[in-house]
């Protein structure tokens, strides 16, 4: 059963529970990651969430995300959560923005409530998507993408929209995006390692 990161307000780990039991109107500020995939040719991997997920259904967003397990350091997350919903291999995995936090409501009143640190990586690889994960997939050319979401005329999930326009502050090249200090991380997620459950 897979389990996320339960955080205080500023970050502590507080708890671990089951990732079935989290996601309500109610729910707890918890662990999560973005990444932000760039293949050879320097294009961004966007994913459209599969019409099956629990939350934000449908949506097109950034490549990947998901929750680091207890004990799982961040980086290790991420690549192990995007070799499961794209099946493939990531290399120059890099922490750029160590401080993002959002918070999301459905329609239907079903809340997302995450620090969600964002890194960006590389692959060589054409995904193989897990369709209970992904619906579709497509590569585009950042400066476009980023324009387009800024202004609107690209709709995405809620935090992809917010990370975007922090994303766009770190320059326009996202390949020359500098690496954010790890101390930077939310308590729990720093040094390596995340508090066992």
């Given at each position: 059963?897979?389990?996320?990161?339960?955080?205080?307000?500023?970050?502590?780990?507080?708890?671990?529970?089951?990732?079935?039991?989290?996601?309500?109107t109610r729910t707890p500020l918890h662990l999560a990651f973005s990444c932000y995939l760039f293949g050879a040719d320097g294009r961004l991997l966007l994913t459209t969430r599969a019409r099956t997920k629990k939350t934000f259904p449908g949506l097109l967003t950034n490549s990947c995300c998901g929750h680091p397990a207890p004990g799982e350091d961040m980086v290790s997350g991420v690549g192990r959560r995007i070799r499961q919903e794209l099946g493939v291999d990531v290399s120059d995995v890099t922490l750029v923005l160590p401080r993002f936090r959002y918070r999301a409501v459905m329609p239907g009143g079903l809340v997302e409530n995450e620090m969600c640190p964002v890194f960006r990586a590389r692959t060589s690889a054409e995904p193989v998507?897990?369709?209970s994960e992904v619906d579709s997939y497509e590569w585009v050319d950042w400066p476009g993408f980023a324009d387009d979401v800024r202004t609107g005329r690209r709709a995405v999930s809620p935090w992809c929209a917010e990370q975007v326009a922090q994303l766009v502050a770190l320059g326009p090249d996202p390949l020359r995006w500098a690496a954010a200090d790890e101390q930077l991380l939310p308590p729990a997620a720093r040094n390596g390692g995340l508090p066992k459950g």
């Open positions: 059963m897979e389990q996320v990161v339960l955080l205080t307000e500023s970050g502590e780990a507080k708890g671990v529970l089951d990732k079935a039991e989290v996601h309500h998507p897990d369709p």
